[in-house]
T-cell receptor, first 111, second 112 residues
Framework: QKEVEQDPGPLSVPEGAIVSLNCTYS??????FMWYRQYSRKGPELLMY????GNKEDGRFTAQVDKSSKYISLFIRDSQPSDSATYLC???????????FGAGTTVTVRA | NAGVTQTPKFQVLKTGQSMTLQCAQD?????MSWYRQDPGMGLRLIHY???????DQGEVPNGYNVSRSTTEDFPLRLLSAAPSQTSVYFC???????????FGDGTRLSIL
C-alpha cells in the first residue's frame, strides 16, 4: 500500500464548476500538507501549504486537512480553463525535509 | 532571478551510457533534492542534500550518484543507464527543511 493515495482521475469539469480533489494517507506522523499544481511539461509549483488540521483559503482555492481521518482536500471554486493541470498532494513529518507525494490528479476545465 | 535551472531539457541515451543531469539554483537555498516522476507513481525522492558537502539517499537511490561541492549546484549522475531509468527528473530546492520546495522544469530522459 502506498503511503499517500490520490485518485489519478482524469477529471473533466465545465468552466465555473467546483473542483474537488483529495488524498488519503497512512502515516499519522504527517503534519505538513501541500498541494502542487503542475502544467504539462513543467515542474510542480506550490499552490497551498498547510500545517495540521483545519482549513486554509487563498482566493479561489481552499485546502482542508482532517488528521483524524487522514484525509486532505483541495477545492477550486469558479474553475477556469487555466486551472487545467495535474494537481499533486504532498506531505511530510515535522523537521523532515523529505516529501511523500500522491500520484497526481489530472484536471481539465472545459470552456 | 532564474530559480531552479535544469539542463538538458531532453536527452536520449543508450543502455550502459553515463551522463550527468545538471541542477543549479540562485536563491541561496541550503536544501536540494532530485526526484523522478513516472506515470502512476508520483514523485519519488532519489537523493537529497542539506548543504554543501552533505548528501543522503532518498527512496530510490540505486543507479544514481550525487555530490554537492557548492551551494548552487547539485548534479545527478547516472553511472550506467538502464531502460528502467527512463523518466522525468526534477530538481528542487528550499531554504530550510521547514520551507516549501521549489522545482525546476525537469529533464526528460529516455534510455534505449
Amino acid at each position: 500500500q502506498k503511503e499517500v493515495e490520490q485518485d489519478p482521475g482524469p477529471l473533466s469539469v465545465p468552466e465555473g464548476a467546483i473542483v474537488s480533489l483529495n488524498c488519503t494517507y497512512s502515516n499519522s506522523a504527517f503534519q505538513y500538507f501541500m498541494w502542487y499544481r503542475q502544467y504539462s511539461r513543467k515542474g510542480p509549483e506550490l499552490l497551498m501549504y498547510t500545517y495540521s488540521s483545519g482549513n486554509k483559503e487563498d482566493g479561489r482555492f481552499t485546502a482542508q486537512v482532517d488528521k483524524s481521518s487522514k484525509y486532505i482536500s483541495l477545492f477550486i471554486r469558479d474553475s477556469q480553463p487555466s486551472d487545467s493541470a495535474t494537481y499533486l498532494c504532498a506531505m511530510r513529518v515535522s523537521n523532515d525535509y523529505k516529501l511523500s507525494f500522491g500520484a497526481g490528479t489530472t484536471v481539465t476545465v472545459r470552456a | 532571478n532564474a530559480g531552479v535551472t535544469q539542463t538538458p531539457k531532453f536527452q536520449v541515451l543508450k543502455t550502459g551510457q553515463s551522463m550527468t543531469l545538471q541542477c543549479a539554483q540562485d536563491m541561496n537555498h541550503e536544501y536540494m533534492s532530485w526526484y523522478r516522476q513516472d506515470p502512476g507513481m508520483g514523485l519519488r525522492l532519489i537523493h537529497y542534500s542539506v548543504g554543501a558537502g552533505i548528501t543522503d539517499q532518498g527512496e530510490v537511490p540505486n543507479g544514481y550518484n550525487v555530490s554537492r561541492s557548492t551551494t548552487e549546484d547539485f548534479p545527478l549522475r547516472l553511472l550506467s543507464a538502464a531502460p528502467s531509468q527512463t523518466s522525468v527528473y526534477f530538481c528542487a530546492s528550499s531554504y530550510s527543511n521547514n520551507q516549501p520546495q521549489h522545482f525546476g522544469d525537469g529533464t526528460r530522459l529516455s534510455i534505449l
